[in-house]
């Protein structure tokens, strides 16, 4: 998907407000789910050094009396487009999800289970009289999809309506009973004492589970660190019940989104919680028997799972949310929803019990106070970074985006919580899935990133701006909404370097111009920014040396090296990788057929010359010919690592370290590539690869590696090497804790 392009603009005056109106509808349509709101228009408008700002200036002068009859007429056009779409979206997707549960409670098969041979789950259902909830219940278990193979333990707490009769003529499920009421929290410590099972699932009796609910609590439970593992709780109208939950200082407590609609950012993300409700709730067996399950003091109910959750982290154990998990709870319908005052009694009782029995660790709770929930809701102990780029990770595209996903988990895995706002692009998948799996907030900024960054602000340790366009964008903007953040530019590699030397190399004065454009850019957010990231020590001393007072750190691509697969004689051909939106490839490519690959085809005529790379254009497509093969974009490239013999680097001109270098390096697989490719990395010739920069002595050492078993196998095992010494996760990781305490983030 691409940036939708904007409209010629217009020379008349109704044609500039009509333009504005135009152009801001088509950011609101963006926004598929109708719930974009008047002041997110007027925040983006106003908004300082952003692009929407300048088109709002192009329809008449700020602050002028034109511009605000102007700004009223667009703002009034899109009020009514957004009242129309937010009137159909939301309506339609509750008419989806009522269809849904009305297909469960309406189905008429007969209820049956399969007994698993080898179950890893225990899925505990109390019950307490009304059975027709029950039997919607385990008709939605029978009727969905999983994986995983389970066994449903159903604990009839002393049923006097006939619950114990329709069980009975239940094939495939357990029931435990022993024909007494005993109250909720007994009956889940009796369905848990009868399972063995590695995972025990308690599941209320007034909820409809969805498809693969149960995998995607188990896949989080995979990390042996997570204790308790919670579902995204929906109403039957498909509005959000829970998205995880808070607790405050004070004890009190709230389900984080109650109300709103679920697809917003803020819940599409599994994240670490304060607790989850119990209504769906997965418990690791042995953080289970750590505790000695539910507190029974909070008997009959309220405030149970959270002291539960309170002592499975005390255990050294996480508490997840994850929002793949969809059940629907029809809240309150087996122990009734009305505020009686016995049960008001109840909340006040346990929630007194609660602070008593977990007041050193309350105190580090936000007060009840606080302003912005949904910044307050992502529990983390070591603060909050937003990260800000063109657009979402695609890792099978680009070697920016392995860069980058990478730094993502190295930051996760240092215990920060991440936020990713995508600048300029829609976050599309699989990738924004592939994110938020690692528990990163994946945020569409097209449009609302003012709003998000105000939402998120107070909350923020450390923005990092990653590219010069959207430096110079954000950067005033985070200094205005998060002032107590430190904000980091990530130059990805120097723009203005790589242009300089493209304009030597192609001699064209516009290039110089652009260069210099690039340049004041790049060093004015260098002296702006609280530090600045590099991916090579060369790129670090040409900042240094432009701006001697200024933070720089270099944090190169990040590889782990793999087990190579083949040897020299099993591999055969001759292969490039690169992003043709990177004018430096289109033009190493072209210089390789046209200059080099002759010459080498004359001594290897058998030899085969791969072109492999997304967004392949037409003059790169047309270079196919005998002996050259041109791919285009190729979803898993490890196949090809595991059967090339060489790979190439023909690079004439370029900044930052060569992804492709580090890709191919991690398969073991050696290169032949100019000095250009290899700047700024431990790679040296006739250690790690080969060099040459003319067509002539490239085409010589691409002949001589491809013949060369020795050879091969030295560069192979060499270059594994040195791309660990230098891009090692742990090498990416121990820079930013040092660059952080520099900045005194934590």
Request: charged residues 25%.
């Amino acid at each position: 998907m691409h940036e939708p392009t904007s409209l010629p603009t217009p020379s008349s005056r109704w044609g500039r407000v009509r333009y504005a109106h135009d152009t801001l509808l088509r950011l609101v349509m963006l926004d598929r789910t109708g719930y974009f709101a008047r002041h997110r228009v007027e925040t983006e408008l106003r908004a300082t050094a952003g692009r929407k700002a300048a088109l709002a200036q192009r329809v008449a002068p700020l602050h002028s009396l034109r511009y605000r009859i102007a700004m009223r007429l667009v703002v009034d056009l899109l009020r009514l487009e957004i009242a129309l779409s937010a009137r159909r979206s939301p309506s339609s997707r509750r008419r989806r999800v009522v269809q849904h549960v009305t297909a469960v409670q309406s189905d008429g098969r007969t209820l049956r289970f399969d007994v698993p041979q080898d179950s890893r789950c225990a899925v505990v259902i109390p019950v307490y009289n009304n059975w027709a909830l029950t039997a919607n219940c385990l008709r939605s278990l029978m009727m969905t999809s999983n994986h995983v193979p389970y066994r449903v333990i159903v604990v009839d707490d002393g049923s006097s309506d006939g619950t114990a009769e329709e069980l009975s003529q239940i094939p495939g499920i357990t029931i435990v009973s022993d024909g007494e009421n005993h109250g909720f929290l007994r009956a889940v410590h009796a369905g848990v004492a009868a399972s063995d099972e590695e995972f025990v699932v308690l599941l209320n009796n007034d909820t409809i589970v969805t498809d693969g609910w149960l995998d995607a609590l188990l896949l989080t439970a995979a990390d042996p660190t997570v204790g308790v593992v919670g579902s995204m709780l929906l109403y039957p109208d498909g509005m959000l019940q829970e998205a995880g939950s808070l607790i405050f200082s004070d004890g009190r407590g709230i389900n984080f989104g109650k109300g709103d609609i679920p697809a917003r950012a803020w819940y599409q993300f599994p994240r670490e919680v304060d607790y989850c409700s119990g209504a769906s709730l997965l418990i690791r067996r042995t953080a289970w028997d750590a505790v000695g399950g539910f507190d029974l003091a909070f008997a009959p109910a309220y405030y149970e799972e959270t002291d539960l959750a309170f002592a499975v982290r005390n255990q050294g154990f996480r508490v997840m949310y994850q929002p793949r998990s969809v059940v629907f709870h029809l809240e309150g319908e087996t122990y009734g929803r009305s505020e009686n005052p016995e049960r008001t009694a109840m909340l006040e009782r346990n929630k007194a019990r609660l602070v008593e029995k977990w007041g050193a660790e309350l105190q580090h709770h936000l007060p009840p106070a606080v302003r912005n929930r949904a910044g307050a809701a992502w529990r983390s102990s070591r603060g909050r970074v937003m990260i800000v780029d063109t657009n979402i990770p695609e890792t099978d595209k680009d070697s920016g985006s392995i860069r980058m996903f990478e730094i993502v988990k190295v930051l996760r895995d240092l215990g920060y919580a991440v936020t990713f706002l995508s600048f300029k692009q829609p976050p599309v998948e699989p990738y924004a899935s592939q994110m938020r799996d690692l528990g990163v907030e994946v945020l569409d900024g097209r449009v609302a990133y003012a709003e998000e960054l105000g939402r998120l602000g107070e909350f923020l340790k450390v923005v990092i701006l990653s590219r010069p366009v959207v430096g110079e964008s954000l950067e005033p903007i985070v200094r205005r909404l998060a002032p107590q953040a430190k904000i980091i530019y990530d130059t990805v590699d120097l723009h203005y370097v790589r242009e300089a030397r493209r304009a030597e190399l192609e001699d064209r004065e516009d290039v110089r111009r652009e260069a210099a454009r690039f340049e004041d850019i790049e060093l004015g957010l260098v002296r702006r920014c609280d530090a600045t990231l590099v991916v090579t020590g060369v790129e670090q001393r040409i900042l240094e040396a432009a701006v001697p007072s200024a933070v720089i750190r270099e944090v190169s691509n990040v590889h782990s090296p793999v087990a190579r697969v083949g040897d020299f004689s099993a591999r055969k051909n001759i292969l490039f990788v690169g992003n043709f939106n990177h004018l430096p490839n289109r033009d190493a490519v072209e210089w390789f057929v046209h200059d080099i690959f002759p010459t080498v085809r004359a001594a290897l005529p058998d030899v085969r010359f791969t072109i492999v790379g997304s967004h392949m254009p037409d003059e790169i497509a047309r270079l196919s010919a005998p002996g050259v093969d041109a791919v285009g974009w190729v979803q898993d490239l490890v196949p090809l690592y595991h059967e090339t013999r060489i790979v190439v680097a023909p690079l004439r001109y370029g900044a930052g370290i060569k992804g492709k270098l580090g890709e191919s390096a991690v398969h073991g697989v050696p290169f032949v590539c100019t000095s250009i490719a290899t700047e700024g990395t431990l790679m040296e010739h006739g250690r790690d690869c080969l060099n040459a920069d003319t067509a002539t002595d490239f085409a010589r050492e691409v002949i001589r590696l491809y013949s060369d078993a020795e050879l091969w196998e030295t560069l192979s095992r060499n270059v594994q090497g040195a791309i660990e010494q230098q891009c090692a996760p742990s090498v990416a990781a121990a820079r930013f804790e040092e660059l952080f305490r520099l900045l005194n983030v934590w």
